[in-house]
């Protein structure tokens, strides 16, 4: 159980496009989601926290115009990533909270972004 | 503030010896601890947490951790290492009361030679 995914695995986009990226809780309900931005050889950098059916809570120096986050339903959060350049390309990892016992988070798989 | 630290970036064990992956951790209040594991180009997957009761947490694929308050630690454990468990681990505490975020560690790389 507690199985979420990301859709798609690898991106790459030309510079100024738009890029969506999907991330489901498969097998339970999420009213909270979270997305990570990883750099190489580094820790998981929180960029925000995604509830259902309300704005997202971005973190300080994340541009909410830039990583519109949407939260339609209670399996499905999007990220996009809008007007993509060069140095957005990274590793975006969402999570889904699993309301209960310390609210434990479980993670896709990940989405590699590169953006030529 | 809650965080963690993961004073070691990169462990080496010898498959078949007991492992230790370190973390210690500082909060206001009693600790939600979790430890999470990371494979190349992949995401967290879940181990183990401790939110109370016994102080030995024992989690997936073999792995445990201790909760010591007094030290205010919570070290990954296996008594058997393989090389399969080789990867990028991470201890996480969950942010101030009321808060969902999770504060990560740095990391630490666990490499277990044949």
């Known amino acids: 159980g507690a199985v979420v995914s990301q859709h798609p695995s690898r991106v790459i986009c030309k510079s100024g496009t738009s890029v969506k990226i999907e991330c489901r809780s498969l097998?339970?309900?999420?009213?909270?989601m979270f997305w990570y931005r990883q750099f190489p050889k580094q820790s998981l950098m929180l960029m925000a926290t995604s509830n259902e059916g309300s704005k997202a809570t971005y973190e300080q120096g994340v541009e909410k115009d830039k990583f519109l986050i949407n939260h339609a339903s209670l399996t499905l959060s999007t990220l996009t990533v809008t007007s993509a350049h060069p140095e957005d390309s990274s590793f975006y990892i969402c999570s889904a909270r699993l309301a209960g016992e310390g609210d434990t988070q479980y993670f896709g798989p990940g989405t590699r972004l590169t953006v030529l | 503030a809650q965080s963690v630290a993961q004073p070691e970036d990169q462990v080496n064990v010898a498959e078949g010896n007991p492992l230790t992956v370190k973390c210690t951790y500082s909060?206001?209040?009693?600790?939600?601890l979790f430890w999470y594991v990371q494979y190349p180009n992949r995401g967290l997957q879940f181990l183990l947490k401790?939110?109370?009761?016994?102080?030995l947490v024992k989690g997936s694929y073999g792995f445990e951790a201790e909760f010591n308050k007094s030290q205010t630690s919570f070290h990954l454990k296996k008594p058997s290492a393989l090389v399969s468990d080789s990867a990028l681990y991470f201890c996480a505490v969950r942010d101030s009361p009321g808060f969902q975020k999770l504060v990560f560690g740095t990391g630490t790389r666990l490499l277990v030679s044949p």
């Open positions: 097998d339970f309900q999420a009213t909270t």
């Open positions: 909060v206001s209040g009693n600790p939600y």
């Open positions: 401790y939110i109370t009761g016994d102080n």
